[in-house]
Nanobody, 125 residues
Framework: VQLVESGGGLVQAGGSLRLSCAASGFAFDDYVIGWFRQAPGKEREGVSCISNLDGHTYYADSVKGRFTISSDAAQNTVYLQMNSLKPEDTAVYYC???????????????????WGQGTQVTVSS
């Protein structure tokens, strides 16, 4: 399993970024792909995830209405469109994958087996 994130960077508050997670080495359609973030001194938290099996999505309350997750099966890539960014969104963002075997769709880091290397997102005020 290989997951490679890209698209991070420095943006002003109110701006937008789109993160990409390119996946390989597993049956993409049978997996849940999630986005997580970790700020300095804080625990890793789930941001959003998508089931490639049925298209269902999950968002943390802190990003609802601002972030949108999507999946392109032809490209084996999951995207996270982040709008109306806030300084508190600053973190290293990771994508992760797990088989779609858990009934309830949540972004609990403990459920995810495979992780990318992360991409830095910095939002300036």
């Amino acid at each position: 399993v290989q997951l490679v994130e890209s698209g991070g960077g420095l943006v002003q508050a109110g701006g937008s970024l789109r993160l990409s997670c390119a996946a390989s080495g597993f049956a993409f359609d049978d997996y849940v792909i999630g986005w997580f973030r970790q700020a300095p001194g804080k625990e890793r938290e789930g941001v959003s995830c998508i089931s490639n099996l049925d298209g269902h999505t999950y968002y943390a309350d802190s990003v609802k209405g601002r972030f949108t997750i999507s999946s392109d099966a032809a490209q084996n890539t999951v995207y996270l469109q982040m709008n109306s960014l806030k300084p508190e969104d600053t973190a290293v963002y990771y994508c992760a994958a797990r088989p779609d075997t858990i009934v309830i769709l949540t972004a609990d880091p403990a459920d995810f087996e495979s992780w990318g290397q992360g991409t830095q997102v910095t939002v300036s005020s």
